[in-house]
């Protein structure tokens, strides 16, 4: 990826302009999605699509194939963080996140995803801290807004 365009990009995540946020945020998902080329993003497609149907188990053994050869894939682990996700295990999900951010560190769906967990787990400071890193990251993204004032409310 290139610096340059990554860069470019989340300057624009900052702008008030909600159409050149939306614009950026987009080529963003299409950058990270596109890491591997085609058949990475034909991979992906199909977990999500296996994911969409309820075929979780098919959905874990392609992710983790994915994983399995292309380590660095950061979207992969994004994924299947996603999938442990909407199987409730959260704690292995929060692990496949710090990986996704180990290897795309403004990985902002992770950010929100790592704070989504945490929050199911009641661990609201830690969540409100993933909410607010993604919100560096994308600070008109409201919906990290109201997870900090619902992890928040849940502290007091």
Known sequence: MDDATIHSLLEDL???DETVRDRATAELWRMWFMQKGIYGLELLERG?????SGAFQ???????EVI???????????????LYFLQNRYRESLEDCEIALE??????GALHGKGLCH????EYVAAIQAFRKALEIQPYATVNQRLILECTAQLS
Request: net charge negative; charged share 20%; proline share 8%.
């Open 119 to 122: 929050a199911a787990l009641n």
């Open 14 to 16: 900052k702008k008030p």
């Open 58 to 64: 098919e959905a874990e053994t392609l992710l983790s």
């Open 48 to 52: 999500q699509v296996l994911m969409e």
């Open 103 to 108: 290897l795309n560190p403004i990985h902002f």
């Open 68 to 82: 399995a050869t292309q380590p660095d894939f950061a979207e992969a682990w994004n994924r299947r963080a996603v």
